[in-house]
């Protein structure tokens, strides 16, 4: 199964208001191992760059003035992602920027159906936490110390790890090797199978988020039926 994990940076956040995409990375899975294969583009917006915008991720107008166009890499892009599935966190954002750059050129859009948004599995997964891809990375302990301003690459590449764990906590890492942990995969008829962790991963549950529970409980009454759980 191939799937691209995917962002986007641009001048803001509305195509139909004359925003425009200005740096896409991807990063290439394959049965969710990443496979070294990279996508990375920055491209000219024929138009300035909002300070807002440029405080997010640093891009600004003389930086992004001789790099191509949109129209220029577009061929390039489809022929990278293919029918892939698109791993993307807030995926309605920069599926909306795609289809606007595509449109606009007259290529067929990207079917909402292909992308799988990171976001809204992270919010039924842990309903009422954070689900930033900042505050996933605190959960799952994935170091994003280099992210000291959005960067589609380097977001694209930390969202992998934050998505390997957000399906299961089954994470091969990021070390571009042929020599799977004997103790987490096997070989099965060439694909990957999972075995059980050989020990179980620390609780993820915050003290912050354990006192909350606790004073929930509390409000509820003696006669609360979680007061009789053990």
């Given amino acids: 199964m191939r799937e691209i994990v995917l962002d986007t940076e641009t001048t803001g956040f509305e195509p139909s208001e004359g925003d425009r995409l200005v740096e896409i990375g991807g990063v290439e899975l394959f049965n969710h191992v990443p496979t070294g294969r990279v996508y990375h583009q920055y491209i000219n917006p024929q138009r300035s760059m909002p300070q807002s915008a ?55 859009l990207l079917p909402m159906e292909q992308a799988i948004d990171t976001l809204a599995i992270a919010r039924r997964k842990f309903p009422g936490s954070p689900a930033s891809l900042d505050a996933l990375c605190r959960r799952f302990g994935v170091d994003n110390s280099a992210r000291e301003k959005h960067g589609a690459l380097l977001d694209s590449e930390i969202l992998a790890e934050v998505y390997l764990e957000l399906i299961g906590g089954q994470q091969p890492g990021l070390e571009l090797s042929s020599v799977q942990t004997p103790s987490t995969q096997s070989i099965d008829n060439g694909r990957l199978r999972a075995r059980p962790r050989p020990a179980p991963l620390p609780s993820r549950v915050s003290e912050k988020e354990k006192a909350a529970h606790a004073a929930f409980v509390e409000s509820l009454g003696q006669s609360a039926l979680w007061r009789t759980v053990t």
């Fill in 54 to 108: 440029f405080e997010v991720h640093g891009l600004g107008d003389d930086f992004l003035a001789d790099k191509p166009l949109f129209a220029e890499v577009a061929e390039a892009f489809l022929d990278f992602i293919g029918d892939a599935k698109l791993v993307i966190h807030n995926a309605a954002f920069d599926m909306k920027f795609l289809n606007a750059e595509l449109g606009w050129l007259g290529k067929p």
